[in-house]
């Protein structure tokens, strides 16, 4: 049996096991939004995660490689991913007033499902039909472990949250979209920080 340590000296694998832990910890920040929106204004809530973010990795930034703070891309590019984070954000807070942490999960990650998609229909790019199958697959996947009806909000009112939270996931996606292209043109430490950075000013 692969030893855990060979596997994770592999880019790949490493890169994996990562996206699978982060998944893990943004899953449960919609309970806790959720939660939080009853009590706290929308905009303070993403202030906060996003300074928070920025916060923190600034100081490391500073202590082990603060001179990639100068880079210009970084800054460019942080300031348009921080506009997007900063809609997202605000706007699944937002619609987790009127819908569930259940709903809101599901129809947000569907944005992984409709970034193949924006790039197909915006950027011309090409998905093989495995791909297409495989969306559907994962599509129909998440609806069953997330979407459950709930009676706790109105159906109306819970329709209108989806509908604030599917626009939100479509923005989403294309954040990642941009994300993967940005990352390739600067330090990714200094696109993160200046996304949170200014995500975190926007959303103030």
């Not at 009590?39 to 973010?53: E, P």
């Not at 998609?117 to 495995?130: D, P, T």
């Not at 990714?188 to 920080?193: A, D, G, T, Y």
């Given at each position: 049996?692969?030893k ?8 790949n ?6 996206l699978?832990i982060a998944n893990?910890i943004?899953g ?9 929106v ?10 906060v995660?996003?300074?928070?973010a920025?916060?923190l990795?600034g100081?490391?930034?500073l202590?082990?490689?603060p ?7 970084s800054?460019?590019?942080g ?7 900063a ?5 699944q807070?937002?619609?987790l007033?009127y819908?569930?942490?259940s709903h809101?999960?599901?129809?947000t990650?569907?944005?992984t499902i409709l970034?193949p ?5 915006f950027y ?6 495995k791909g297409?199958?495989?969306i559907?697959?994962?599509f129909v996947?998440i609806?069953?472990?997330t979407?459950k009806n ?8 819970q ?5 604030i939270?599917?626009?939100a ?13 940005f ?12 996304q ?5 000013l926007l959303?103030?």
């Amino acid at each position: 049996m692969t030893k855990i340590s060979d596997l994770l000296k592999n880019k790949n694998s490493l890169a994996i096991v990562t996206l699978c832990i982060a998944n893990l910890i943004w899953g449960s920040t919609f309970v806790v939004v959720k939660e939080s929106v009853t009590y706290v204004d929308t905009f303070i809530i993403s202030f906060v995660r996003c300074g928070v973010a920025a916060f923190l990795l600034g100081i490391y930034i500073l202590i082990k490689r603060p001179q990639i703070l100068l880079e210009i891309n970084s800054l460019k590019y942080g300031f348009i991913l921080g506009l997007i984070l900063a809609t997202i954000y605000c706007s699944q807070a937002y619609a987790l007033e009127y819908t569930t942490s259940s709903h809101s999960a599901f129809i947000t990650v569907s944005s992984t499902i409709l970034t193949p998609v924006v790039l197909v229909l915006f950027y011309k790019s090409r998905e093989h039909w495995k791909g297409w199958i495989s969306i559907v697959v994962v599509f129909v996947g998440i609806y069953l472990l997330t979407y459950k009806n709930s009676g706790n909000t109105s159906s109306a009112g819970q329709v209108y949250g989806d509908f604030i939270t599917l626009l939100a996931a479509i923005v989403c996606a294309f954040q990642l979209i941009y994300s993967g292209k940005f990352v390739r043109k600067s330090d990714f430490l200094s696109l993160i920080f200046y996304q949170f950075l200014f995500g975190a000013l926007l959303s103030s």
